[in-house]
Structures are given as structure tokens and as C-alpha cells.
């Protein structure tokens, strides 16, 4: 029997702490009009939406003292108007559409992902509803924030997940490549600047983008500053971070620069490439360079025992104390797992879940199991489960080096193939959806 459950990833759950503080960020600020009369109205309409101008002042201004923030200089206002803009309907496509197919977050999975971002960031609940509020944020909205952008996740996967596949052939390949490269152990941190070309574009369309590219590229090379660059021109999804991508394994980075980021040195900048979402150029900001994967497996037991009308906690708690002390008597474990466990699944096999690592158990089974010491029999343990009685038989590490590197691979792949499926239908989105633009009026 196994215990899975989601994890979200402290580097994720730094992630979406940041990406979710920006758009309150953006609402944080209710003196910057101060002493002005601001006349509402609309600036864009995404289908069945309105953007209004307060909306897109908010974000702006906030945006543009983040940036400051960050030491940068902010790009010119019309132009950073325009990306946030672009930003906003894009996201309110994106929700439309996820009520349109009946998208829906409970209010439990809504409490689980607060208590994952405030674990995350090292606080409980109520310390992190504190940390938002005294940042001048409303935390009501703060939530719902976080509810629409667990809806836009549900949505992006239905659309796309279904139709990406990774084959072991492209699995081995990029095995090879990340080998010959040094991917294994080298991390590349890359720029990244898109001018983007309209669905079904032109062939005038196409020149005109790559006209701008090459001319980009050249005042790149004169010394322009490259995320001020991406800031202001850049059409890509990072174009509000100053293009960065990020720290990258070479598996990780899109297929489309695969090839030829391990033969640039720190601090070039590659010739526009030509894709189907128009043409990318890239920066090599920063080299660095990990190793051998080694697991520690457990060999382990157990007796279950299920609430149920008649057995609640105590009662399944009791029930296990008994059983121990008869093990501790000198009693057949196994037999008793046989006679007494609700995991029909391993009750069978004397309660024995073979050698398992505590990623395929829940993190209440996996803590009891790590602190247990060899033949030694737990306390009761709650799990969602229910109540477990558990023995650890023994304990071994192991190289997982290439088990870990194959799914490790089938995951970069996965995430590559949905990094671009995910640009072309937000594209594809974008040009099929209605939408009016008001900026100049």
C-alpha cells in the first residue's frame, strides 16, 4: 500500500509567494493618486470583460516602483503600460475560459495551498496572514488571488498536458546531450527576449519581426542593457522580470537554445533564432556547476486500523496500543497484520510495504518511520489513512543516479514540451479571442 500526496517544493513554494505578492503589489498602494481625480474608464475589452483604467494604473505604478525597487530603471511608460495591459487580458482569457469549462477550487484545497506558501516562507497561517496585511494588502483578496491562479494551473494542464507525450527515445537523447554537454552538473542562468510573430503570420510580418530582432540584437552588442532591453521590447512571458529565466540544467532549457547555449561563453548574447512564436535572442548571464544521486530506502511494516462509524480515534488508538504489547509479548507480527490491518493490499504480505522511500509515503508516516530505529515499533500514527502501527526492518542507501536522471528527464521534458505548447495556445488564444484595445482615447 501507498500513501501519495502532492508536494509543492520549497523552491516553488518561494516561487509562487513572489509571483502571487506581485499582482498586491500592484494593488498596495491606495495614496499614489492622492489629490488626483481619476476618471474611470475602459482600455481594453477581453470577450466578455472590461479592463478599466484605475485596474491598469494600479498595476502600472506599482510595477514600476517594484522595478526601482530592484535597481533597475523602468522602461518607457507607454511601453510598460502596454506589456501590463496585455498581461491583464491575457489572464482574464484565460479565467473566462476556466469558468466556461466549470473549473472550480474547494475552499479545503484553497486552505491547503495557503498553509504550503506559509510553511514555505517559515511562518504558520496566522503569522503569514500578518506578513500580508502589515505589506498594506487585503488578505480576502490576497486568497481569491491564489484561487484563480490554482484555476489558471487546472486550466493550462487540461489544454495541454493531454497532448504531450515523451517518449523513452527522447528521453535517452537528451541523456546523451545533457551528458556531452556537462548538463548533468552544470547550471546556465539565461536572458531571454522575444519578438513574437502573429499566428499564421505573414511574410511581411515575418520580416518585419526579424528586422527588429537583428536591430535589437545589434544595440545589444553596442552595450545596450540587456534587462532593460527585455523589459521594454520583449514580447516573452519574462519580459516584466528583464527576460531572466532563471537558473537552467541544459535539459531544462528549451529545445529551441538546447543546442547552442553550451558552446556560448559568459555574458554572450546569440543572434536571433527563428521559431514559430517569432524570434528569440538569448544571453548567457552566469555558469555554475552537482552530482550523484544517493537515496536512503526503508524497510517497513504495518497495521492499519480505519475510522468508521464505530471505530474513531481513540478507539483505533487503543486498539493498536493492544496489538503492540502483544507483539512486544513475543507475538507474530505478520500474523497480526494478517488478522487485524485494514490495508487488505499488503495485510496479506504480514503489513510489509517492501523497501520504499519517503517520497511515496505521506509526510505524518514518512516523519514516524525516519525516527523509528531498526525493529523498533511506533507509537499509533495518524495518517489521512487512518491509524498505523509501524516497524522498520531495516535501512539501506542506494545509487539512484540514472533511475533518478530517467524520471528527472521524462519531468524536464514534460515541463520543456509544456512551456512551449503553453505559448502557442495562449497565442493561438489571444488571436481567436475578442478583444478591444483603448489605450489612446
Known amino acids: 500500500m501507498r500513501f501519495p500526496i502532492k508536494r509543492i517544493s520549497r523552491q516553488f513554494v518561494k516561487h509562487l509567494f513572489t509571483f502571487l505578492l506581485l ?7 491606495p495614496n499614489l493618486t492622492q489629490g488626483a481625480v481619476l476618471l474611470d474608464r475602459i482600455v481594453a475589452v477581453a470577450e466578455d470583460d472590461v479592463i478599466l483604467e484605475s485596474d491598469l494604473q494600479q498595476r502600472l505604478q506599482a510595477l514600476e516602483r517594484q522595478i526601482i525597487a530592484s535597481g533597475a530603471q523602468p522602461p ?29 477550487v474547494d475552499d479545503e484545497t484553497l486552505r491547503q495551498s495557503l498553509l504550503e506558501l506559509a510553511r514555505g516562507n517559515n511562518m504558520d497561517l ?29 486550466l493550462r494542464a487540461s489544454q495541454i498536458n493531454a497532448q504531450i507525450q515523451v517518449t523513452e527515445r527522447e528521453i535517452n537523447h537528451f541523456l546523451e546531450t ?28 515575418i520580416q ?32 516584466l522580470k528583464g527576460g531572466d529565466l532563471g537558473w537552467r540544467k541544459l535539459s531544462e532549457i528549451p529545445t529551441l537554445f538546447s543546442d547552442v547555449v553550451p558552446k556560448m561563453k559568459k555574458g554572450e548574447i546569440h543572434p536571433p533564432i527563428r521559431s514559430p512564436s517569432g524570434f528569440h535572442i538569448i544571453k548567457l548571464v552566469d555558469i555554475q556547476g552537482a552530482d550523484k544521486h544517493i537515496i536512503t530506502e526503508t524497510h517497513v511494516r504495518h497495521i492499519l486500523i480505519k475510522n468508521n462509524e464505530i471505530i474513531d480515534d481513540e478507539e483505533a488508538r487503543k486498539r493498536l496500543r493492544l496489538i503492540k504489547q502483544r507483539i512486544e509479548k513475543g507475538e507474530d507480527f505478520a500474523a497480526l497484520a494478517q488478522a487485524f490491518s485494514d490495508d487488505r493490499a499488503t495485510s496479506v504480505k504480514g503489513g510489509d510495504l517492501g523497501w520504499i522511500t519517503p517520497d511515496v509515503v505521506v509526510p505524518a508516516f514518512a516523519k514516524a518511520m525516519e525516527q523509528l530505529e531498526i525493529n523498533q515499533l511506533s507509537e ?18 542506494r545509487d539512484d543516479t540514472l533511475e ?21 495556445w495562449l497565442r493561438k488564444l489571444r488571436s481567436e479571442s475578442y478583444v478591444e484595445i483603448h489605450l489612446n482615447e
Open 76 to 104: 518607457p511608460r507607454d511601453i510598460l503600460r502596454r506589456q501590463v495591459l496585455e498581461r491583464m487580458i491575457l489572464h482574464s482569457l484565460q479565467l473566462q475560459l476556466a469558468q466556461k469549462q466549470g473549473i472550480q
Open 208 to 239: 518585419k519581426a526579424q528586422q527588429k530582432a537583428q536591430r535589437i540584437f545589434k544595440e545589444l552588442q553596442q552595450g545596450l542593457d540587456f534587462r532593460q532591453t527585455a523589459m521594454s521590447a520583449s514580447d516573452g512571458a519574462q519580459a
Open 126 to 154: 496566522d503569522t503569514f496572514r500578518q506578513a500580508i496585511e502589515n505589506e498594506g494588502m487585503n488578505y480576502p483578496e490576497f486568497v481569491e488571488n491564489l484561487r484563480e491562479e490554482i484555476m489558471l494551473n487546472r
Open 404 to 424: 533518478f536522471r530517467k524520471k528527472r528527464a521524462r519531468e524536464i521534458l514534460m515541463r520543456r514540451k509544456a512551456e512551449e505548447e503553453t505559448e502557442r
Open 178 to 205: 545533457e551528458a556531452k554537454g556537462g548538463g548533468d552538473t552544470v547550471r546556465y542562468r539565461l536572458g531571454h527576449i522575444l519578438v513574437a510573430t502573429p499566428e499564421a503570420a505573414s511574410p511581411k510580418e
Open 23 to 29: 499582482p498586491w503589489l500592484l494593488t498596495a498602494w
Open 380 to 397: 499509533p500514527v495518524q495518517t489521512p489513512f487512518g491509524w498505523h502501527l509501524i516497524q522498520v526492518l531495516g535501512r539501506k542507501t
